[in-house]
């Protein structure tokens, strides 16, 4: 595996470095060194004078990607980032499910990572972890990622970052549509249209998408339906407004272990997603109010095994969550260098779950699992100061109320030195953590009422150079989690059986890197690599992660090829941990045949290696996509 490793790594980078001597001239795209990002400071804000890290992926590097999800294209380019995955297409959830997002060992799935579209909180108001399969591409304009605790903005799940999906727009005034549509291995189907409209002060985007697969396993089916729809108005030069809803629904099959295979394993599941923002933007001043709602409706059975002598399910799980919230912040200027912000956030969560049993003796009838919703408020102050053109200071506190565990205080600091010929050093230290979730306290054995929330320091020391007219960036972050009351589920100290307790610890180390140069207007390379050391391993971070790839472009045709190496990947913990190694190199091209027709093709896996992500769910081998995509 190694030598293919290498082999793929000797096919694609020499050769792209073996151009960049052809050609350095001035026709270079200079991407320019103010990159905004909203993610760390609420407001638009140059990244050099943050103390955090945000990793940017714009909407070309989305469409290049061409992917019908989000997640394929963040694990290739944010270092520390990896999410699970189980076959060709679909996350689903519950038992065997894929999707799970983590963040330098911190998991989504434990409600440790928190996943926003237009930095309101997306995740299940029961369960407390991201729908990963309502992320879709179709959503996203561009992708902010935070590494490390973003709580005193976000408040209790951000504890280890960040995903913020900023969602898409009109900038200039016409009507644009736009149609992909793809066929590829194991009858996968993707398809994608797209209207965006501006007149004046209006703009409006509207999506519909269909992706469907048999999957590369007997029953692994997965079928998605979504929609989304945004509208927005120009109410003044310095005030604006919008309102937008997303809803997927998808229905899906998982086929239990390759040891253990299981028959109707179903689920069906719909999300939706609904917001209202009013925004001001003047020169020494900016900020918005903001009401949203999700919601998801979830159909489970959970299915049985023939071989083990099970017989069908005679209930089915189904469960009703929601999740509502007011956010308004406003910052100002109130002198040269400085910016304040304060913030004031609500949220109300939670739901109900029961199982509805269709046969046997309850048949007809209904079990109660859980029915609770519960609050939490918070304010908070970023203040932010420049110090001449060298130094910026950072510092923050939320104060955050929770209706059943109590208050919080979570405070931040940091610092950004720029240098002189673009270097730029950062440190931080931050404060993360959770409240404890509706499921470890209420539904199913071994859950408490009593948990306390998961907390946690991040510390962090970055290191950034841009030159060559800058067309070559590099970076490197060192950090160090010290975490503390992690949830655990242990033997009852009080009695028989277990007990979900606050005895669990965080002692995570790590470097990150990243190189990307733009060799000319034809070239593009980059790469990123990631180290995590876990005193603790838990399942779905890997101990190393390097990427590496190379984009061309000229006249009708754009080819990018990419290699990913993953080692030191937990499958299983314990007494018997199993860890994978394994390396991806995949292929994405197109041919422009018309301005307004495109020719596309995605190959995946190419070096056709055996490998599991999930435990006993082995990945397909090499697959492929091919397709067309309209432009009017």
């Not at 679909?90 to 065997?96: A, F, I, K, N, R």
């Not at 992708?143 to 970052?161: D, K």
């Not at 469907?212 to 396993?217: C, E, K, L, V």
Request: a negative charge; proline letters at 4%.
């Amino acid at each position: 595996m190694i030598r293919r490793f290498f082999i793929a790594c000797c096919v694609i980078l020499p050769f792209a470095v073996s151009i960049s001597a052809e050609e350095t001239d001035a026709v270079a795209v200079n991407r320019s060194l103010e990159e905004l990002v909203v993610t760390g400071t609420r407001n638009e804000t140059d990244v050099r004078h943050l103390s955090q890290t945000v990793s940017v992926i714009d909407r070309k590097e989305i469409e290049q990607g061409l992917q019908p999800s989000l997640l394929p294209v963040l694990t290739e380019q944010v270092p520390g980032l990896f999410v699970t995955s189980r076959g060709v297409m679909g996350y689903g959830v519950s038992d065997g499910a894929a999707g799970g997002i983590s963040l330098r060992g911190l998991s989504g799935g434990s409600a440790q990572l928190m996943v926003l579209i237009d930095g309101h909180p997306q995740y299940a108001g029961i369960f407390g972890h991201p729908i990963s399969d309502s992320y879709q591409s179709l959503l996203a304009d561009r992708v902010e990622v935070l590494r490390g605790p973003a709580s005193v903005l976000y408040g209790s799940n951000a504890m280890g970052g960040v995903i913020n999906i900023v969602t898409r727009k009109m900038r200039e005034d016409g009507v644009k549509t736009d149609l992909r549509a793809g066929y590829g291995s194991y009858n996968t189907l993707e398809t994608e249209l797209t209207n965006r409209v501006r007149k004046g002060r209006f703009s409006s985007v509207v999506s519909g998408s269909y992706n469907r697969t048999d999957g590369h396993r007997d029953n692994m089916q997965f079928e998605q339906y979504g929609g989304y729809a945004k509208l927005g108005y120009d109410l003044t030069a310095n005030w604006n407004t919008y309102a937008d809803v997303n809803v997927t629904h998808f229905n899906a099959s998982y086929p239990g272990p390759v040891s253990a295979p299981l028959l109707e394993g179903d689920q069906r599941i719909t999300r939706g997603v609904a917001s209202f923002a009013l925004e001001n933007r003047y020169e020494r001043t900016s900020g918005g109010l903001s009401f949203f709602y999700n919601w998801g409706k979830h159909w489970i059975n959970d299915g049985y095994t023939p071989g083990a002598g099970e017989s069908p399910q005679d209930g089915r799980f189904n469960s009703f969550d929601d999740m509502m919230g007011v956010s308004f912040y406003q910052s100002a200027q109130f002198f040269s260098g400085n910016r304040i912000t304060f913030g004031f956030d609500w949220f109300r969560y939670g739901g109900e779950a029961w199982t509805e049993y269709i046969k046997g003796e309850n048949a007809g009838t209904r079990s109660d699992l859980v029915d609770k919703r519960e609050n939490e408020v918070a304010g908070y102050v970023d203040l932010r100061q420049d110090i001449g053109s060298w130094l910026t200071l950072n510092a923050g506190l939320r104060v955050d109320h929770h209706s059943r565990v109590g208050t919080e205080w979570v405070p931040q600091f940091g610092a950004a030195l720029h240098l002189p010929e673009n270097v730029e050093l950062k440190a931080s230290a931050t404060k993360g953590f959770r409240y404890p979730i509706l499921r470890e306290m209420y539904m199913f054995p071994p859950q408490n009422p009593d948990l306390q929330p998961e907390s946690m320091w991040n510390y962090e020391l970055a290191f950034s150079h841009r030159l060559l007219d800058n067309r070559l960036r590099y970076g490197l972050n060192l950090f160090y989690i010290d975490g503390k009351n992690l949830i655990m589920t242990l033997p009852n100290p009080n009695g028989s059986g277990m007990l979900n307790q606050n005895s669990g610890k965080i002692d995570n180390a790590g470097v990150e890197t990243l190189v990307a140069y733009r060799i000319d207007h034809r070239w593009s390379v980059d790469a990123n690599y990631s180290y995590l050391h876990m005193k603790n391993p838990v399942v779905a971070a890997p101990e190393h992660k390097f990427y590496a790839g190379a984009n061309f472009s000229k006249g009708r045709w754009d080819v990018a090829s990419g290699v990913q190496y993953i080692a030191g990947l937990y499958t299983a913990v314990g007494d018997n941990p199993v860890t994978e190694n394994f390396v991806l190199w995949n292929v994405r091209g197109s041919f422009r045949v018309a301005e307004w027709l495109l020719i596309w093709l995605r190959g995946e896996n190419l070096l056709a290696q055996r490998y599991e992500i999930n435990a006993s769910y082995p990945m397909p081998k090499a697959t492929f996509t091919g397709g067309v995509s309209f432009s009017l």
